[in-house]
């Protein structure tokens, strides 16, 4: 395979462009044009190669056209690319009014000054920044953390792909007659189903299920030792639950989280999060999610994924309270429930029975790169949909974006409809709903229902990925955890009145038994926004320390 490209644009500024980005000529194909329209015959010869382009780096200005113009006529040819413009200092501040705007709708990446001398690392920070982003959504990646074999692209593997992409580990799909897949075919009986899980120092797994390869990667809640009780346990690996986990940990309590599916919950699934406060280039949720795991482990937090908790016994007398799964128990002074919503089902037999082939709930990044060429259908009008519409659009031929709603104005934030608005992949249709879809062995159709007339269209899909709004589960908790009528969990003045003790209601963030905490979107009430859930899970912790030590 050849090593993938970066073009770089300038009439008058090649030469200091180029010996900047001389440390990647090892690992990159650096090539050079002098003009939008170089670059774009550049583009078209790397392509025919074969190749593929990382990133576009061009100066503010060009010969032959207004550089944002040039960014859209190079993104035609490679929507996967990066783009950042790479500013002379004689022009840094003078171009930039005209141009930073063009981030906020998704024209490009990154402006940046163009360096001026040797090790300039906040340049570099940011092209490695959008490198790594770039390398994490190619749908090969060159070093595989994890091998899986299987002869078809079914809805078991495309979740384990799901997965595994959303824990931070590169892997890659191999067919059973090619090399890898015999060398892995030959760690399991002749007989074994696929897919077959290989990752290095791990014990092969033939899964049935994504949790069989979690347990093998990750070890289950019974490794633990029972006879220990953790000062918190935290259900939920999503930004509240992280940031819990982080602040908690650091400020030296023993801390453990049981997270059901992957760490970063539904923001983990998030392709690009431009809003989120520190990072003036937006970040993956699943980059985020990592960073946040990192931090956590770093102060001796213990994960376990792919581990649903079941029951949540509260302490009697003193006692622990005791978390349940099917891996074995947890027992801890303080639990934060910050569990997170799932995804509304749509609720249609004919979508439904497709699900996993065709039919996504959620971002499915991993099922993005398969819709390479296709017909896509977003059903949704929050940030989730925009964000999974403008991260498909880099690989389907069409984007639609069906809402009930008149439009997206009140759901949506405004840099991500300008964003869409500028996308010429992504249409998006008001007033509409899938009543039906249906397909051979996958989905191919979706019949779709105008809200006010009441017409009924049938069209070719083949994605469809649904972000229907939010919906609690928390079925496990016992009644004595207070819950509204949409089943999200009561905290703080919200909790019933018999619940008050001496005329005061709990803390902002505990529920109804004492020493268990929520945080995050299951709370009733709360924020539905990234930034909103981590706040909220560090701000549980001084409750819990509260509660640990109350003679303090």
């Not at 490695?128 to 060159?142: I, N, Q």
């Not at 692209?153 to 015999?182: N, W």
């Not at 809200?451 to 649904?466: E, K, P």
Request: hydrophobic share 45%; with cysteine; net charge negative.
């Amino acid at each position: 395979m050849t090593d993938p490209a970066i073009v770089l644009v300038s009439e008058t500024h090649l030469e200091p462009l180029l010996d900047a980005f001389h440390r990647y000529a090892r690992e990159y194909d650096l090539r050079t044009a002098r003009s939008c329209a170089e670059a774009l015959e550049t583009t078209e010869q790397i392509l025919a190669e074969g190749g593929r382009v990382a990133l576009f780096v061009s100066d503010s200005r060009l010969p032959d056209a207004v550089v944002l113009e040039a960014f859209g006529r190079w993104r035609e040819l490679v929507p996967t690319a990066r783009r950042m413009i790479a500013a002379h200092v004689d022009n840094f501040l003078i171009d930039a009014p005209g141009l930073r705007a063009g981030m906020a709708t998704g024209k490009y990446d990154a402006y940046l000054l163009m360096p001026r001398g040797t090790r300039d690392e906040e340049f570099h920070n940011a092209v490695t920044d959008l490198l790594s982003d770039w390398g994490s959504t190619v749908a090969d990646p060159e070093v595989v953390s994890v091998k899986v074999v299987s002869p078809v692209h079914d809805a078991l593997t495309m979740a384990i792909r799901d997965y595994l992409d959303r824990m931070g580990m590169p892997s890659r799909v191999y067919e059973p007659d090619s090399e890898v897949g015999q060398q892995v075919r030959e760690m399991f009986a002749p007989d074994a189903p696929y897919p077959l899980v290989f990752a290095h120092n791990r014990i092969p797994v033939q899964a049935t299920s994504v949790r069989d390869v979690a347990a093998a990667l990750f070890g289950v809640p019974a490794d633990f030792v029972v006879e220990e009780v953790v000062d918190l346990a935290v259900v939920g690996g999503g930004p509240a639950g992280l940031a819990a986990a982080v602040y908690a940990a650091s400020e030296g309590l023993s801390v453990v989280v049981v997270e059901a599916e992957a760490i970063g919950g539904q923001a983990g699934t998030s392709s690009m999060i431009r809003n989120y406060l520190g990072f003036p280039r937006g970040i993956s949720g699943m980059r985020l999610a990592q960073r946040a795991r990192n931090q956590a482990l770093r102060f001796g937090t213990r994960f376990f994924t792919g581990w649903e908790v079941t029951a949540l016994e509260p302490g009697t007398d003193g006692g622990p309270h005791v978390l349940r799964s099917d891996g074995g128990e947890v027992h801890a002074r303080a639990v934060v429930v910050s569990t997170g919503v799932a995804y509304r089902k749509l609720g249609v037999e004919g979508v439904e029975a497709l699900t996993g082939n065709g039919v996504f709930y959620g971002s499915a990044m991993t099922a993005a790169r398969e819709m390479q060429g296709r017909d896509t259908v977003v059903v949704g009008g929050g940030n989730s949909a925009g964000q999974a519409a403008i991260h498909l659009a880099r690989y389907a031929r069409s984007v639609t974006i069906l809402v009930r709603r008149p439009g997206l104005e009140s759901t949506m934030s405004q840099y991500l409809i300008s964003e869409i608005g500028y996308n010429p992949v992504i249409t998006v249709q008001p007033s509409a709903e899938v009543v039906d879809g249906g397909g051979d062995g996958r989905l191919q159709w979706v019949d779709v229902r105008d809200t006010t007339s009441g017409d009924v269209t049938r069209r070719s899909a083949d994605g469809l990925f649904l972000l229907l709004g939010a919906e609690p589960h928390c079925d496990w908790l016992p009644e004595a955890v207070a819950r509204d009528s949409r089943g999200f969990v009561l905290t703080g003045r919200d909790a019933p009145a018999e619940a008050w003790s001496d005329g005061l209601p709990p803390q902002s963030l505990a529920t109804t038994v004492p020493g268990v905490f929520a945080a995050g979107d299951i709370r009733a009430g709360s924020m539905k926004r990234v930034a909103a859930a981590s706040g909220e899970g560090a701000s549980a912790v001084p409750l819990v320390h509260a509660y640990l030590a109350p003679g303090d």
